[in-house]
């Protein structure tokens, strides 16, 4: 089937209107991205981006990442101190992923966005990067079956799609620190979905709240969302497992309910389709990314308003720090689908996963995304724009402080340029 095959979305009523709406996004897709590669055309990770209402400066985002410093959900000084450290004037943070309820929580001391407390706490975090000059988007998390007793409330089972428990290949990092199995998750009954929704859609107000300049919906890497998209996962046999239209329900309705609250170009949308991170394997990646692509077209051609953007990790090899993706595909298969996803989409794309700068350089200037975003090299470089920008050498990541708790040690005591950083190698390759 060719990439942009039509029938790639198992609809079945209004067949031919949706013949001739595939084939006006097909005939749009192509004319926009021959006047995409001719506008990307000298593009450079410097070149200035306007994200809907917002001014971008440059293109180089931070990735959301969970660092697990915020105690007891609480967004504190540490978190106001790490991410204005990241804050350029005109630059776009996403903050690490932030809990929608108590269910939500897989990892000790992430920060939470459902209580009072919470949205108060970060109110200072986003006042600080705001001072900076900085956009800053609340990623909205929910980890589903990624999930621990320890972590939830009354030490029920973790909600997901299914009751299959993610296999012991995985481990959960437990809030002592040590490493344990996944549990037995609870499939949702299809009358408490309402209630997971909802529960997005006040994170999102409160996201709002709080001062942030939008949300991101965390629908990728294995977690809550993702537990509906993938078929690996999501064994359902009602109206929300089955074919790829049943299995995007979940997240449109998410999608549909943050929009209409908090309006649709406050809102990013997170998808990995080729990535298996805690299981996640799909037998279709392509058409699956194409199915919630085009209904995010769909979306936005029925309000007559873009989203804020769609944000796709990279299924590159070592992307995500996981080597074991079962799949590893080739760079050409990887450049395939994400060129695919990218000419489709009808609004700004952001790529994430194993960028470098050079490869940063090349996605914008070839029209394959709007922004990059960067993980692992803004945790060790929080003057990463700088440094790219002088093309300086880099600060090297410490895999074993990523989520421990300390509020300096491997969060913000990396070194600037200006205070001695760039001593140590350049990473040609992660
Ligand atoms: C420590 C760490 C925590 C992460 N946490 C999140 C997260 O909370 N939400 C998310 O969508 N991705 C998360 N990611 C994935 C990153 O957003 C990013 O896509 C990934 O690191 C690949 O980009 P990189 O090669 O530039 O690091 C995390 C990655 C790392 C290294």
């Not at 975090?125 to 980890?143: E, N």
């Not at 959960?172 to 609870?186: E, F, N, Q």
């Not at 919906?217 to 809550?224: E, K, S, T």
Request: with cysteine.
């Amino acid at each position: 089937m060719s990439p942009a095959s039509p029938d790639h979305i198992s609809y079945r009523p209004k067949q031919n209107y949706l013949i001739v709406h595939h084939i006006t996004l097909i005939i749009r897709s192509h004319y926009t991205t021959s006047t995409r590669v001719m506008a990307a055309q000298g593009t450079t990770l410097f070149s200035p981006y306007k994200m809907g209402r917002f001014n971008l400066s440059h293109r180089v985002v931070l990735a959301p990442m969970t660092r697990c410093r915020a105690l007891n959900g609480i967004a504190g000084p540490a978190l106001a101190e790490y991410y204005t450290q990241r804050s350029t004037p005109g630059g776009f943070l996403i903050t690490e992923g932030t809990l929608v309820s108590p269910t939500a929580q897989g990892f000790p001391h992430v920060p939470g966005i459902y209580n009072e407390e919470q949205t108060e706490a970060w109110k200072k975090v986003v006042d600080a990067v705001h001072a900076k000059g900085s956009i800053i988007f609340c990623q909205l998390w929910h980890v589903g079956r990624a999930s621990h007793q320890v972590y939830q409330p009354g030490g029920a089972a973790p909600i997901s799609s299914t009751s299959k428990p993610i296999s012991a290949r995985w481990r959960i990092l437990m809030p002592d620190g040590s490493y344990g199995t996944y549990p037995k998750p609870r499939a949702l009954e299809i009358y408490e979905l309402p209630e997971v929704v909802e529960h997005y859609r006040q994170a999102a107000l409160n996201a709002i709240q709080a001062g942030f300049d939008g949300i991101e919906i965390h629908g990728a890497h294995g977690y809550l969302i993702d537990q509906f998209l993938k078929d690996g996962i999501n064994d359902r046999t009602d109206e929300y497992g089955g074919s790829i239209a049943n299995r995007c329900k979940f997240l449109m309705q998410i999608v549909q309910a943050v929009v209409e609250a908090i309006g649709a170009d406050r809102v990013g949308v997170r998808i990995s389709p080729a990535i298996d991170h805690l299981d996640a394997t799909e037998s279709d990646p392509l058409n699956l990314g194409l199915a919630v692509i085009e209904r995010l077209n769909r979306l936005q051609l029925n309000l007559g308003s873009k989203l804020g953007y769609l944000h796709v990790t990279q299924p590159r090899y070592t992307a995500y720090g996981q080597t074991e993706t079962g799949r590893p595909g080739t760079e050409e298969e990887e450049a395939h689908l994400l060129r695919t996803w990218r000419r489709t989409y009808q609004g700004t794309f952001v790529c994430s996963g194993g960028f470098t700068r050079e490869l940063g350089m090349e996605a914008v200037a070839q029209g394959d995304a709007d922004l990059v975003s960067y993980g692992r090299l803004f945790i060790s470089n929080p003057d990463l724009v700088l440094r790219f920008k002088l093309n300086a050498p880099l600060n090297k990541y410490i895999r074993k402080t990523f989520y421990t708790q300390d509020p300096v040690l491997g969060y913000t005591d990396y070194p600037f340029l200006s205070n001695g950083g760039g001593t140590v190698q350049p990473l040609s390759r992660l």
